[in-house]
């Protein structure tokens, strides 16, 4: 790894929330930075339009002068609150840039502010998500959604699918990659010596012995002997209405839900606006914020950049262990 240690932060789709975010993030870095909290090696780059930037900043604009900018043109004019077909691909272009620096060594990680799904493929570009997007230019054959906050971490074992399609995208292959890349991660980006893992089940009361779904017993409860076997310490299949209650809680590193929002609702309702959300299984790191583009708080500056900040911090913590754990193995990173 060079000596300095660089983060790149996408600032997301143009008429929402994450152009002024970024730039209040730009300013909260440069100042954490200068108090001693961010190490002065570490560099925050922004990528986006320049001029956008500066308009949507506002008053923290002037941050800018403190951390890099890659400049990305818009393809059009964009105002706050009012998305625009034709400004689809500059988001794409965005993200583009950001990977060509992790990919050749120029940054270590990838922060993303929020991008607008449906109009990116209303522009003609089938996208579901960065997760899946960032998998696809990374060349890996899996990756694993994970979000972060108020004490708690889910990941994902199918992200953003139809519903009537999940049931049948919970395969023994889709766990048995899904429980490696989150137990392989969370030793060597999270500095968890002996991950446990708890994981749910697909089915109300996790299927009911069978009598409400057999996906418990015919796949997920072989993925989860497999995964033991292999020395993971993955628990279940457990019904997920009562995995996430306090008392249970303590008793797990992460869980493991089949589904989107059979795991996020909780992780949102325990902490929204200060949850990360991370991608594991990438070649190097990516975080992201915990909300959308809030088209509807664009341009007010009332928008809450706690969890860019969390999604900065969390970031530049699995740069450092894993730049430890590789060099406790010998593996130069
Ligand atoms: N990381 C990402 O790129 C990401 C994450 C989630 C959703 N999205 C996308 O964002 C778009 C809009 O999604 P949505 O409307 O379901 O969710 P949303 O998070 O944009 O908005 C939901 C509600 O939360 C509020 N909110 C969101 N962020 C806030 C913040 N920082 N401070 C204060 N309030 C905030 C909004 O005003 C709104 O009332 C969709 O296209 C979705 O796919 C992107
Ligand atoms: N599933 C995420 C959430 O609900 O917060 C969000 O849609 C972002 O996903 P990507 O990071 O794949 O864009």
Redesign the pocket.
């Known amino acids: 790894m060079s000596a300095m240690r660089r983060m790149v932060l996408t600032t997301g789709e143009p008429a929402g929330i994450g152009p002024e975010l970024s730039v209040a993030a730009a300013a909260w870095f440069a100042g954490e930075r200068a108090a001693g909290r961010v190490p002065a090696d570490v560099e925050l780059v922004l990528v986006g339009d320049r001029d956008l930037l500066v308009r949507r900043g506002g008053q923290d604009a002037a941050a800018l002068a403190g951390v890099g900018v890659h400049h990305v043109p818009l393809r059009v004019p964009s105002e706050p609150g009012r998305l625009d077909v034709a400004n689809g691909r500059y988001v794409l272009d965005t993200l583009d840039a950001a990977i060509a620096m992790v990919a050749d060594g120029r940054a270590q990680a990838i922060v ?1 502010a ?2 607008h ?1 449906g109009v990116i493929n209303d522009a003609g570009v089938a996208f ?5 997007y960032l998998q696809e230019r990374a060349g890996v054959d899996k990756v694993v ?1 994970m ?1 972060a906050g108020g004490g708690l971490r889910v990941a994902l074992a199918t ?2 699918l139809p519903l009537r399609a999940v049931p049948d995208a919970v395969t023994a292959q889709t766990l048995d990659r899904v429980l490696r890349i989150l137990d392989a991660d969370l030793r060597r980006r999270f500095g968890l010596a002996h991950p446990r893992i708890a994981v749910c089940g697909l089915n109300p009361h996790a299927g009911e012995g069978g009598h409400l779904g057999r996906e418990e017993i015919e796949v997920i409860e072989p993925a989860i002997a497999r995964a033991r076997a292999a020395g993971i310490d993955a628990r279940g299949p457990l019904p997920a209405d009562t995995l996430f209650v306090p008392a249970h809680v303590a008793q797990f590193d992460a869980a493991l839900a089949m589904f ?1 929002d059979q795991g ?1 609702p909780v992780l ?1 309702h325990a902490s929204f606006g200060h949850g990360v ?1 991370i ?1 594991l299984g990438l070649p190097y790191v990516r975080t ?5 583009t809030a088209l509807d708080l664009a341009g007010t500056g009332k928008a809450d950049p706690g969890s860019l900040q969390e999604a900065i911090v969390t970031a530049l913590q699995m740069i450092r262990t894993g730049t430890q754990a590789d060099a406790g193995s010998g593996v130069s990173a």
């Open positions: 993303t929020p991008v799904k579901s998500g960065h997760t899946e959604m979000l992200t953003h989107h996020l949102k959300n991608t992201s914020v915990d909300h959308g």
